[in-house]
């Protein structure tokens, strides 16, 4: 669960209690709102160094144990105790401290079992906070292992990838099937033009919807274009909603990647167990900079964030896959090196699209976004924003995209526009705004003038009609001594009665001469729907779009499941009431054993071990002249006597040991939150 989906849940009156809590306060008093804070990575800087020091050690055991993943209370405390002394009493003060700062949060199962998690998107955030990853680029020494390394193929970045895939869609058509679903053919084409390695996303266990009919990479687009709000489900069909799709064509690069990885790690680091530490470790290192594989794996040793993982989390898979990843959706650049010191990887991220870049920079206008050549090639430059390359994508067939981009215009994608509603004039007008020209070149618009005077002449309607649209084309028809005998009567002066099962050949034949035509076959009424939306060419500079991603809690518009789902829980409250009831009873027992240090008789001892085993406290020991806290873990007892098995806290190998009651002079008892007697 993110910020987004918990602000649909939390009352405006818990919201502001959370700003109001200490650890706030300096973001507080910078104006902003707990929202705000969360996710404002100087404000969690400071919030980490005002935590009392055992919600700190909850926070960051539960990170280091679990990562990403929402943990089990009576897991979570069971392995806070395990790797930090603090007593049960003491985790649920860290607990109740965190949750009521917005920090952590839980909900109940219907069972009443309750389960912690920090919001998916903070995640990183705190991790880098807790555990900044500092690392030095690579030296010029080292800068000849570049050269001898193998650079991995060129990977567009996601927004361009799904660009395409979204312009592939939109010409398929978005009609479902009988089980709700693309068809096949739309599907092939969706993951044709995507360069994403689909066993990226393997690794993390995914499921998701149609498995059967969509391969991963395609429920992956369809995520894609939910999650950005970009379509939407409607009756036997997916809609554009077409406000958002121009906002987000809108954004410029930096902003619509920052946003998608956003998107990708909130889906992503709940699957990715112990190695999300690694991709948290990684979105916040420089762009541009080249970096080793190896300094990432020594600080995950050195800073012990994997060690700690419980085996069902650990194995799922290693932290060299995110580069892998990464690098097949076009953020990061890998180069494999081999040399006397063995294998190494090399990365760096190419644009401003990890934690140091968010801010978002205004849309670059400039009047020559492309170049037409005669022959209809059509050469990109880099800063030609998404509103110019959605209606490339429609005129043309892309050749190449990487620095500079190449596509070219032919007769059947000049036909596939004037499909989808646009014109000879439209498509000049449009070549010629992008272009910055007042003019084409001459041959290159006679060329349109031939491939647009005979695209789309011809259609097909249920009746089935060969409809011609002039008493001309219907004459070429006629005289055409292989289509002549597929018509079985002719209907007005331009119509044509034809077998429905020879419409494919006829259809070739038409292609064949020089006149494709329309695809599909009309039914009636005609409506003035078309397929591909249009977007307005040109971004203004003074419009900085700010498309944020809509709540990720869907039914029908879901592709992925979530792999950790938590919205159809019961979020808790966070009240610290249940946590404080065991010490509001304090006045049942006698003062003088939380108050002063003193020597009691065995049996005493034994009843001031078992109070602080009933309310999960530590206790304080005088053991050989010297004070030593002790967190008791239970009580045995043999042959009439009794002793007690628990953890001393300032032994530096954590292990329980045996103390029997003779073994400590003085004794009392530790309430977490009371101070210390004087």
Same mark, same amino acid.
């Given at each position: 669960?993110?910020?987004? !989906?918990?602000?649909?849940?939390?009352?405006?009156?818990?919201?502001?209690?959370?700003?109001? *809590? @200490?650890?706030?306060?300096?973001?507080? !008093?910078?104006?902003?709102? =707990?929202?705000?804070?969360?996710?404002?990575?100087?404000?969690?800087?400071?919030?980490?160094?005002?935590?009392?020091?055992?919600?700190?050690?909850?926070?960051?055991?539960?990170?280091?144990?679990?990562?990403?993943?929402?943990?089990?209370?009576?897991?979570?405390?069971?392995?806070?105790?395990?790797?930090?002394?603090?007593?049960?009493?003491?985790?649920?003060?860290?607990?109740?401290?965190?949750?009521?700062?917005?920090?952590?949060?839980?909900?109940?199962?219907?069972?009443?079992?309750?389960?912690?998690? &920090?919001?998916?998107?903070?995640?990183?955030?705190? !991790?880098?906070?807790?555990?900044?990853?500092?690392?030095?680029?690579?030296?010029?020494?080292?800068?000849?292992?570049?050269?001898?390394?193998?650079?991995?193929?060129?990977?567009?970045?996601?927004?361009?990838?799904?660009?395409?895939?979204?312009?592939?869609?939109?010409?398929?058509?978005?009609?479902?099937?009988?089980?709700?679903?693309?068809?096949?053919?739309?599907?092939?084409?969706?993951?044709?033009?995507?360069?994403?390695?689909?066993?990226?996303?393997?690794?993390?266990?995914?499921?998701?919807?149609?498995?059967?009919?969509?391969?991963?990479?395609?429920?992956?687009?369809?995520?894609?274009?939910?999650?950005?709000?970009?379509?939407?489900?409607?009756?036997?069909?997916?809609?554009?909603?077409?406000?958002?799709?121009?906002? =987000?064509?809108?954004?410029?690069?930096?902003?619509?990647?920052?946003?998608?990885?956003?998107?990708?790690?909130?889906?992503?680091?709940?699957?990715?167990?112990?190695?999300?530490? *690694?991709?948290?470790?990684? &979105?916040?290192?420089?762009?541009?900079?080249?970096?080793?594989?190896?300094?990432?794996?020594?600080?995950?040793?050195?800073?012990?964030?994997?060690?700690?993982?419980?085996? $069902?989390?650990?194995?799922?898979?290693?932290?060299?896959?995110?580069?892998?990843?990464?690098?097949?959706?076009?953020?990061?650049?890998?180069?494999?090196?081999?040399?006397?010191?063995?294998?190494?990887?090399?990365?760096?991220?190419?644009?401003?699209?990890?934690?140091?870049?968010?801010?978002?920079?205004?849309?670059?206008?400039?009047?020559?976004?492309?170049? &037409?050549?005669?022959? /209809?090639?059509?050469?990109?430059?880099?800063?030609?924003?998404?509103?110019?390359?959605?209606?490339?994508?429609?005129?043309?067939?892309?050749?190449?995209?990487?620095?500079?981009?190449?596509?070219?215009?032919?007769?059947?994608?000049?036909?596939?526009?004037?499909?989808? /509603?646009?014109?000879?004039?439209?498509?000049?007008?449009?070549?010629?705004?992008?272009?910055?020209? @007042?003019?084409?070149?001459?041959?290159?618009?006679?060329?349109?003038?031939?491939?647009?005077?005979?695209?789309?002449?011809?259609?097909?309607?249920?009746?089935?009609?060969?409809?011609?649209?002039?008493?001309?084309?219907?004459?070429?028809?006629?005289?055409?001594?292989?289509?002549?005998?597929?018509?079985?009567?002719?209907?007005?002066?331009?119509?044509?009665?034809? $077998?429905?099962?020879?419409?494919?050949?006829?259809?070739?034949?038409?292609?064949?001469?020089?006149?494709?035509?329309?695809?599909g076959v009309q039914s009636y009424p005609e409506t003035d729907h078309k397929c591909y939306p249009f977007v307005k060419h040109l971004a203004k500079a003074s419009r900085n779009s700010a498309l944020t991603f809509t709540p990720e809690i869907k039914s029908a518009d879901t592709f992925i499941y979530e792999t950790c789902p938590l919205h159809h829980f019961e979020l808790t409250d966070?009240?610290?009431?249940?946590?404080?009831?065991?010490?509001?009873?304090?006045?049942?027992?006698?003062?003088?054993?939380?108050?002063?240090?003193?020597?009691?008789?065995?049996?005493?001892?034994?009843?001031?071990?078992?109070?602080?085993?009933?309310? !999960?406290?530590?206790?304080?020991?005088?053991?050989?002249?010297?004070?030593?806290?002790?967190?008791?873990?239970?009580?045995?007892?043999?042959?009439?006597? =009794?002793?007690?098995?628990?953890?001393?806290? $300032?032994?530096?190998?954590?292990?329980?040991?045996?103390?029997?009651?003779?073994? =400590?002079?003085?004794?009392?008892?530790?309430?977490?939150?009371?101070?210390?007697?004087?």
């Amino acid at each position: 669960m993110n910020i987004q !989906q918990l602000l649909g849940k939390l009352s405006e009156q818990r919201e502001e209690r959370f700003i109001l *809590a @200490d650890v706030w306060r300096p973001a507080m !008093q910078r104006g902003l709102s =707990w929202r705000e804070a969360a996710l404002d990575r100087e404000a969690v800087q400071s919030a980490a160094e005002r935590l009392s020091a055992n919600a700190l050690l909850v926070l960051k055991t539960m990170l280091r144990s679990f990562a990403a993943v929402p943990a089990q209370e009576e897991r979570l405390i069971t392995a806070v105790r395990k790797h930090t002394g603090l007593s049960g009493a003491e985790c649920h003060m860290g607990l109740v401290e965190l949750e009521e700062a917005g920090i952590l949060f839980s909900v109940r199962k219907v069972w009443g079992e309750k389960i912690f998690f &920090i919001p998916v998107d903070c995640f990183s955030i705190w !991790q880098q906070s807790l555990w900044p990853f500092q690392t030095d680029p690579l030296s010029s020494a080292n800068q000849e292992k570049l050269i001898n390394g193998k650079i991995r193929t060129h990977c567009r970045p996601l927004g361009r990838q799904l660009l395409s895939a979204f312009a592939a869609l939109a010409q398929s058509g978005l009609e479902l099937t009988k089980k709700g679903a693309l068809s096949k053919k739309t599907v092939a084409k969706l993951v044709q033009v995507v360069e994403l390695d689909e066993q990226c996303l393997h690794r993390f266990g995914l499921k998701w919807t149609h498995r059967e009919l969509y391969p991963l990479k395609a429920a992956f687009i369809l995520e894609a274009g939910a999650a950005i709000g970009l379509l939407q489900s409607g009756e036997g069909a997916l809609k554009w909603k077409e406000d958002s799709l121009t906002s =987000w064509l809108e954004l410029d690069e930096g902003s619509r990647e920052r946003q998608l990885m956003d998107w990708c790690l909130r889906l992503l680091l709940p699957a990715g167990g112990a190695s999300s530490h *690694a991709a948290a470790a990684l &979105i916040g290192l420089e762009a541009r900079l080249w970096y080793s594989e190896r300094d990432v794996e020594e600080w995950l040793k050195k800073t012990r964030v994997e060690t700690f993982m419980n085996a $069902d989390l650990n194995v799922r898979w290693p932290a060299p896959c995110w580069y892998e990843l990464f690098h097949s959706l076009g953020w990061m650049e890998l180069v494999d090196c081999c040399g006397s010191d063995g294998r190494e990887r090399l990365f760096r991220w190419k644009g401003s699209y990890s934690a140091h870049a968010r801010g978002s920079a205004a849309v670059e206008v400039n009047p020559h976004y492309i170049t &037409i050549q005669p022959n /209809g090639e059509l050469i990109v430059e880099p800063s030609c924003p998404f509103t110019i390359r959605w209606e490339l994508e429609l005129l043309a067939e892309r050749v190449s995209d990487e620095q500079v981009a190449v596509y070219q215009l032919k007769p059947v994608t000049v036909a596939r526009a004037l499909e989808n /509603g646009r014109t000879n004039k439209s498509i000049q007008s449009f070549l010629m705004e992008a272009s910055g020209s @007042d003019s084409l070149p001459s041959a290159f618009e006679a060329l349109m003038e031939v491939w647009t005077s005979r695209a789309c002449r011809y259609s097909f309607a249920e009746a089935v009609l060969l409809r011609c649209d002039s008493e001309q084309m219907a004459e070429l028809v006629e005289k055409d001594s292989e289509m002549a005998p597929m018509l079985l009567a002719k209907l007005g002066a331009s119509d044509f009665m034809v $077998d429905k099962s020879q419409l494919d050949e006829i259809r070739r034949l038409l292609q064949q001469a020089g006149y494709p035509p329309r695809k599909g076959v009309q039914s009636y009424p005609e409506t003035d729907h078309k397929c591909y939306p249009f977007v307005k060419h040109l971004a203004k500079a003074s419009r900085n779009s700010a498309l944020t991603f809509t709540p990720e809690i869907k039914s029908a518009d879901t592709f992925i499941y979530e792999t950790c789902p938590l919205h159809h829980f019961e979020l808790t409250d966070g009240s610290a009431s249940e946590s404080m009831q065991p010490f509001l009873q304090l006045e049942q027992v006698p003062a003088i054993w939380t108050k002063q240090l003193r020597s009691y008789h065995h049996s005493t001892r034994k009843e001031l071990i078992e109070q602080a085993l009933e309310w !999960q406290t530590p206790v304080q020991l005088r053991i050989e002249q010297e004070l030593r806290s002790f967190v008791p873990e239970r009580i045995e007892q043999q042959n009439g006597t =009794w002793a007690v098995v628990g953890l001393l806290r $300032d032994e530096q190998e954590r292990q329980l040991i045996r103390l029997t009651p003779d073994m =400590w002079e003085e004794m009392r008892l530790v309430i977490p939150g009371l101070a210390d007697p004087t």
